[in-house]
């Protein structure tokens, strides 16, 4: 019979001090709950001068920002340990440490990042972190090189393959992403100053046949093992460190979803900047955003072409000229990825503070409208952006 109980503070010190791992867990005395994510509970674990040192993060059974009406599995946590604890393989200096997990509670105790921040709200605030775009890209090199079939024999590939089947939330991105925006759906969020422009999303013939295309490579193209929601809100910054957290959406894809989801997020802030900084002020953020997006894609294809060169194993991967043919494939694969998320971020049921804390509402609107004009161009035109520099052209094209 399955062990599983929801936590509450008193069970979440009791935990983290068997599993935390400190010389001395009677230290540890209180815990806050933290959690402002869709999905789980968060407790953060104070020593008794008030210090935080350890996290312990468990699954609902439910979607938590939905409420028991959405059940959820629980295996979600099993697949986001042991996706962040590949990914410390590869990329220990820019992934959080997971300490101990336990697949029948579905909770996990990783390390303590107090003295990082996550980098959404510090976009958000204009606050310029020089080496995270860099660093972000260094990561998604490491982890979908050293997890695809460049780098794994084909045996332990496919068994990565199996370990990492992430049905329900799969079903989640499948949705959210590629069903909801493009047909009416009880899910859907958005003003109703936006109704044509999302009624218009539902009669692009063009746009659709783009979303299928995209839809089916994230059902079949198992590259890598994905982060699978990588969002500037499951990544913590700090003065030159980056981390990535919150991988329950951890499955083998394609590599270019990784780094599409990222770069939308820095066009999510892009689009939204103007409503926090006003539209003078808030010039020199966007550039930043934009250099931000060619550093992370640059630094990701320099790295992931260069490891390629270095360790590919498979004779007929290393034939030269291979890799970056291949990468020239995730490029266009990641601009449309990027183009559905900057849509389903605006019209479907999960936005991003971005956008969504612009207080006024017609300049909330008009970036709403803007990201969305932005995802429709970046789906349709993306077999034609060679490039992020060409990406770059094409943004500033549509304001
Ligand atoms: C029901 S979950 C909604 C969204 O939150 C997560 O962070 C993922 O981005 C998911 O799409
Ligand atoms: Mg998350």
Not at 197 to 226: G, I, N
Not at 302 to 320: G, M, N, W
Not at 339 to 355: F, K, P, Q, T
Request: hydrophobic residues 40%.
């Amino acid at each position: 019979m399955s062990q599983y109980r929801t936590f509450n503070a008193d069970d979440a010190v009791a935990y983290a001090q068997q599993f935390g791992g400190l010389d001395n867990p009677s230290e540890l005395v209180s815990a806050q709950e933290v959690g402002d994510g869709n999905l789980n509970l968060v407790f953060k674990i104070f020593d008794t001068q008030g210090v935080s040192r350890i996290i312990v993060k468990q699954a609902l059974p439910y979607v938590r920002c939905v409420g028991e009406s959405w059940p959820l599995t629980l295996d979600r946590a099993r697949l986001e340990a042991q996706t962040l604890v590949e990914h410390f393989k590869h990329s220990p200096q820019h992934t959080v440490q997971i300490l101990h997990f336990d697949p029948e509670l579905a909770v996990m105790v990783m390390e303590d990042l107090s003295d990082h921040r996550i980098w959404r709200g510090e976009l958000i605030a204009n606050r310029y972190y020089p080496q995270a775009a860099r660093q972000l890209g260094e990561y998604l090199a490491q982890t979908l090189f050293h997890t695809s079939d460049f780098y794994l024999h084909p045996h332990q590939k496919k068994a990565q393959v199996a370990q990492f089947i992430n049905p329900e939330m799969c079903e989640i991105t499948e949705d959210l992403f590629f069903n909801d925006p493009y047909q009416i759906h009880e899910r859907n969020n958005y003003p109703a100053a936006l109704e044509a422009d999302v009624a218009a999303l539902r009669d692009d013939a063009q746009l659709k046949l783009a979303v299928a295309s995209l839809k089916h490579t994230f059902f079949s193209h198992a590259e890598a093992l994905l982060h699978g929601d990588i969002h500037s809100g499951s990544i913590f910054v700090a003065d030159g460190s980056l981390k990535a957290i919150d991988a329950e959406f951890g499955y083998v894809g394609p590599i270019g979803f990784d780094i599409g989801t990222a770069i939308g997020n820095l066009l999510l802030n892009y689009c939204g900047l103007p409503g926090h900084l006003g539209i003078r002020d808030a010039a020199s953020a966007r550039e930043q955003r934009l250099t931000d997006i060619q550093e992370l894609w640059n630094t990701f294809a320099e790295r992931f072409q260069a490891l390629a060169v270095e360790k590919t194993r498979d004779s007929a991967l290393s034939t030269p000229g291979y890799a970056s043919q291949f990468l020239q494939k995730v490029w266009t694969d990641a601009v449309g990825f990027c183009g559905s998320e900057l849509i389903r971020r605006s019209v479907g049921l999960s936005h991003v503070a971005d956008i969504d804390t612009i207080r006024d509402d017609d300049m909330r609107h008009d970036c709403l409208r803007h990201a969305i004009t932005l995802g429709k161009a970046l789906i349709v035109i993306a077999p034609r952006i060679h490039s992020a520099e060409e990406f770059i052209a094409r943004v500033r094209q549509y304001g």
